[in-house]
Structure formats: C-alpha cells, structure tokens
C-alpha cells in the first residue's frame, strides 16, 4: 500500500520544509519559503481558533428553537454531513501521521543494536531504510550541476544530458530524521487533530441551534467552510509548480498483512461509518434534550416534517 501525503497547508508544511535545499533553491528563496509556509500554516491555525470560538459562544447565546420533531430528519442529516467532512479531515492527520512514522530513515543511521539504517515497522514488523541521508533536492529549483555564488538562484539552459532525473527532482520524505518527525507531529499533525475534534462537537452543535431550516443548511455550510481554511489557503497562496511536485511527490510504501488487511477494512468500512452515525445522533440529542425539557421522540411527527 502506498501512503500520500495530502495535497493541503499541513501537508506541504510537513513536506517542504524538508525538501528545500540552500544549496539548489538559494538562500533567499529557501528563507522565503519557510517563512511563508510557516505563516500560513500560523494563520490558518488562527484563523480557525477564532472562528471556533464565535461558533461556540453563538451556540451558547442561542437555545434550540425547534424543539418539536418536525426537523429531526433534517438535523441529522446536516450534522450527520458535516461529521463526515471532519472524519476525512481526521483521516487525512492519522495518513500524515502514518506517512511520519512510516518514511524511511538516513541510510547511515544506527540505533541500539548498531544496525545501521534501520528502524522496527509497527504495521509490518518489518523495517524500513531510505536510500539517502537528506530528502533536500531542491522545493522551488531543480538541482544543477554547476557551482557559483547565484547557482541556487539562476538557472541556465542545459543540455538534457545534464539535467537531474525525476528521481532526483521528485519530492520525497526519505532520510528524514528523528528531530525532523517529531517536530513535524507536535507542530502540524497533533494541533491539526485537535482543531478537528473540537470542531466535529462545536460544529455539531452550532448547527442545532439554527432558527428554520434554511439556517441550518447554511450554518452547516458555514462549519464545512472552517474545516477547509487551510485548503483555501494553500490553493489560494502556493504556486501551481509546488502544487504538482506535492502532488507527484513519492508516496510511502508500506507491505500490509492480510491480518492488518482486514483490521483497516473493518475500521474504514464498517466502524467509522458507525461511530459517525452515533456520534451525529448523540449531538442533535443530547442538544435537543438539554435545551427542551419537555421533548420526547415522535417518528411520526418527524416524518410529517418532510411535507
């Protein structure tokens, strides 16, 4: 199987820092991209911690106005729609995650048994080893073979003989360090996941106290649009040749058991599907019961509804 990195803000957060190279890009375009990666991936932390918390105190200053059930179907449709919007959002951080533990190590690497380049693979109990020590070939420039004070700067026409391989120019996590992966999790997949939970229940939430029905759809339009800050961000502010090397960039190989096989069908297929839905009912009624005092369940009256 082969794990990809999401093609967002927090996957070229992970991704380009560890590509760009000073040597093949230039000291000022290496700076650059740091700088601006980071201070997007800064705003869009921002951007949806505030936006999480007006969605939460609106939801406070609000009570359910429909506490009959003649819009039950339509409450949890909607919060129904949106959990699956932050379960792949979820899906996406766990693949970053994976892809961070997964990615091969630097070939000279040695660990407690002075094997060099090798490191225990959880899912295959194998190991896992890269072909180099650094994956930097370069995130704005192609690497060449030629020196000089602006030779990470300019590029000059070449014959095809001399220009790098797509091998060497495609992006890759291989050779990536301990330091690198661990930084990697606490700055962008960790904080990423818990912007995602807390969403999944404030969201949930903030839709239930709409006034009518067309509120509910375009508060549930609202709550979608904050889950995909970052993806407007990084369409909006990266560059269509940084978006293609992301998007061909080498995935990761991982070789499954057939017992791990059947472990992550069951999750994807069967129980996610299932904690969504009992996660969706558990919030229109858990709201409904804690705003109206008097509500009681009626599918008929639910049904009538949708006249």
Not at 6 to 12: A, F, M, N, R, V
Not at 32 to 39: N, T, W
Not at 206 to 222: C, F
């Amino acid at each position: 199987m082969d794990l990809a990195v999401p093609e967002s803000l927090y996957g070229l957060a992970i991704v380009e820092p560890a590509v760009l190279n000073r040597k093949h890009d230039g000291n000022l375009m290496y700076f650059v991209e740091i700088g601006r990666v980071f201070f997007m991936l800064s705003l869009s932390y921002l951007l949806s911690a505030l936006f999480l918390l007006k969605v939460w105190r609106m939801s406070q200053s609000h009570a359910v106005s429909q506490c009959s059930n003649r819009l039950l179907l339509l409450e949890n449709a909607c919060v129904f729609l949106f959990e699956v919007t932050i379960v792949k959002e979820v899906y996406n951080t766990l693949t970053m995650m994976s892809i961070l533990w997964m990615a091969p190590w630097p070939k000279t690497w040695t660990n407690s048994s002075g094997q060099s380049g090798y490191l225990p693979n959880l899912l295959t109990r194998g190991y896992a080893r890269a072909s180099s020590d650094s994956p930097k070939s370069g995130a704005v420039l192609a690497a060449e073979n030629r020196e000089g004070r602006f030779s990470g700067m300019f590029k000059k026409l070449r014959p095809p003989s001399s220009s790098p391989s797509h091998d060497e120019s495609q992006w890759k996590l291989d050779g990536i360090g301990c330091f690198f992966r661990t930084w990697s999790l606490f700055a962008v997949a960790l904080p990423k996941l818990i912007l995602d939970i807390l969403l999944a229940y404030v969201g949930g939430v903030y839709i239930m106290k709409s006034e009518s029905e067309g509120d509910m759809v375009m508060s549930t339009l609202a709550v979608v649009f904050i889950a995909d800050i970052d993806l407007v961000l990084y369409r909006a502010f990266t560059s269509n040749v940084i978006k293609f090397n992301l998007a061909q960039m080498k995935t990761v190989d991982v070789e499954l058991s057939n017992k791990t096989r059947v472990a992550m069908w069951f999750a994807s297929s069967v129980l996610c599907p299932l904690v969504t839905v009992v996660a969706s009912a558990l919030i229109v009624f858990r709201t409904k019961l804690r705003d109206c005092s008097h509500f009681e369940l009626s599918w008929r009256e639910a049904l009538e509804g949708l006249r």
